[in-house]
């Protein structure tokens, strides 16, 4: 399976836009770049996913790069709510044997401060 | 909706004993995932479900463990007998299909193996 590799942790302040970097170099072109977040004592949450077009929705923004290899989800205005730890997950979804194998790696923990 | 249920909430008990962790899915889908959540190891997919039939069971640790799904709106994930090193945040997440693009994920079940 491709792997993604982030950082361990990043801190932002509130209301301050936020970017958080995933490195995807193995991506094959059938994957999805597919972000969760887990907030505190939860469980995991999706965010957003996108496969080479940038994508909006009311939660964050996906931004790809255009050999695929790297991707980076925007949060707008980050608040106190948003602390948590952000999995950036590939997920090959034509292929049903091991699409469903949503395999989470360490993840970036965001840290919001006041 | 209600969202993915887990029960129990916390579960404590010791070892040698049968634990039985519940879920019920988001009604109308048909895929249905265990994960367990440590320090360690951070989420691993234990087995998964489509159309109430296990697809893939390889990420189960031991003979402990089994799960079933009856009908489409139960799960269990049963331990037997149980262990200290099982002490983890176990989840259950739903999704339309094997292959769909979210996974909605329960708050999780809190198990303590003294």
């Known amino acids: 399976d491709a792997k993604t590799t982030q950082p361990n942790s990043m801190e932002s302040n509130e209301e301050e836009p936020v970017h958080l970097p995933c490195n995807h170099s193995t991506i094959s072109g059938t994957d999805y770049i597919h972000w969760y977040r887990q907030l505190p004592s939860q469980g995991p949450e999706y965010v957003i996913h996108g496969l080479t077009s940038n994508v909006n929705n009311r939660m964050a923004s996906l931004a790809i790069a255009e050999d695929r290899k790297s991707s980076t989800l925007i949060l707008h205005r980050a608040t106190l709510r948003d602390a948590a730890v952000y999995y950036c997950?590939?997920?090959?979804?034509?292929?049903?044997?091991?699409?469903?194998?949503?395999?989470f790696g360490t993840g970036t923990r965001l840290q919001v401060t006041l | 909706d209600a969202g993915v249920i887990q029960s129990p909430r916390h579960e404590v008990t010791e070892m040698g004993q049968e634990v039985t962790l519940r879920c019920k899915p988001i009604s109308g889908h048909n895929s249905l995932f265990w994960y367990r959540q440590t320090m360690m190891r951070g989420l691993e997919l234990l087995i998964y479900f489509n159309n109430n039939v296990p697809i893939d069971d390889s990420g189960m640790p031991e003979d402990r463990f089994s799960a079933k799904m009856p009908n489409a709106s139960f799960s269990t994930l049963k331990i037997q007998p149980s262990e200290p090193r099982d002490s983890a945040v176990y989840f259950c997440?739903?999704?339309?299909?094997?292959?769909?693009?979210?996974?909605?994920f329960g708050s999780g079940t809190q198990l303590s193996v003294l």
């Open positions: 997950i590939l997920r090959d979804l034509r292929n049903t044997g091991t699409a469903s194998k949503l395999t």
């Open positions: 997440a739903s999704s339309f299909r094997v292959a769909g693009e979210k996974l909605f």
